[in-house]
Structures are given as structure tokens and as C-alpha cells.
């Protein structure tokens, strides 16, 4: 062996640790696992948090929306000293009907025909509820009548 290819294995072998034990560097299955499970834990704790405020403000939404209809509806009222029957509907707020006199809508800036969950808002005039009035309610976060996640304009909140 040449004086050359001497220097140049020893060269190699302090490259790649020769006469050394070669460990692999990463993880091992175990430690991949733990980080897994850690991961997991935290989204169950956080992940729902996350859902309730998006449905609280889904729930804020929709009182906004029923309130502000009712401004509007009430100025409807003034000018034409009626509600819009119910098939009329919250659209008179934009559209006049055709026997509405004094009518001086449009009294929204923009039509909100349904409640965050993608429900059409329900209007009664006469109301049920209110009957000197009207009724304006949302199913809530379930899309059904009935129970205590519905959202009106007759309940104290």
C-alpha cells in the first residue's frame, strides 16, 4: 500500500468514525408515540373551546340580526302604521308591497333572510307570542322548533 493510500483511508475512517460505534441520530418509535399522544391531549382541551365561542358568536349573530329586524320592522310600522303580514314577510323591509302606503324603505341596508346556521328566520304578524305585534324567532343552533336554544324577539335574555 502506498504512502498515499494510506493517508487517504485513515483520512476515511476519521470521516466516518471509524473504529468508533456509529449510532443513528432521530427519534425512536417510542418518543414519535409520546409526541403523538401529547398532541392529541392538548387538541381535546383546546379544540372545543374553539367550537363553543364560534357557536357563542353564532348565537350573538343571530340576536343582532333579530333585533336589528326589529328596528326596522318597527320603522316599517311607523311609516305605514302596520307590520308586514306574514306573507309579506321581512322582504317588505326592502321591497314595498303593493298596499303599503307612506312606505320609505328600504329600511334595511342589506336583506338577512337567514340565521347564522343557514335557517330562514321566522316572521309571524300577528304574532303568537306578541299578539299587538309580530313574532321574530330563529330554531337556534339545532334548526328545530322548541327547546332553549331557539332565539326570538319575545323572550328576556
Request: charged letters at 25%; aromatic letters at 10%.
Amino acid at each position: 500500500m502506498t504512502m498515499v493510500e494510506k493517508r487517504w483511508r485513515e483520512m476515511l475512517g476519521r470521516a466516518t468514525g471509524a473504529g468508533r460505534p456509529c449510532y443513528a441520530s432521530g427519534f425512536t418509535l417510542v418518543e414519535l408515540l409520546l409526541v403523538l399522544v401529547i398532541l392529541a391531549v392538548l387538541a381535546a382541551v383546546v379544540v372545543p373551546k374553539f367550537t363553543k365561542r364560534s357557536e357563542q358568536a353564532r348565537v350573538a349573530a343571530a340576536t343582532t340580526d333579530i333585533a336589528n329586524l326589529g328596528t326596522a320592522l318597527d320603522a316599517f310600522e311607523i311609516d305605514t302604521g302596520r307590520y308586514p303580514s306574514s306573507d309579506e314577510g321581512i322582504k317588505a323591509l326592502m321591497e314595498q308591497p303593493s298596499n303599503a302606503k307612506d312606505w320609505k324603505g328600504p329600511y334595511l341596508k342589506r336583506l338577512v333572510l337567514n340565521d347564522p346556521w343557514g335557517n330562514p328566520y321566522i316572521y309571524r304578524s300577528p304574532g303568537q307570542h306578541n299578539p299587538s305585534g309580530y313574532d321574530l324567532y330563529s330554531f337556534g343552533p339545532d334548526g328545530q322548533e322548541g327547546g332553549s336554544d331557539d332565539i326570538d324577539n319575545w323572550s328576556q335574555r
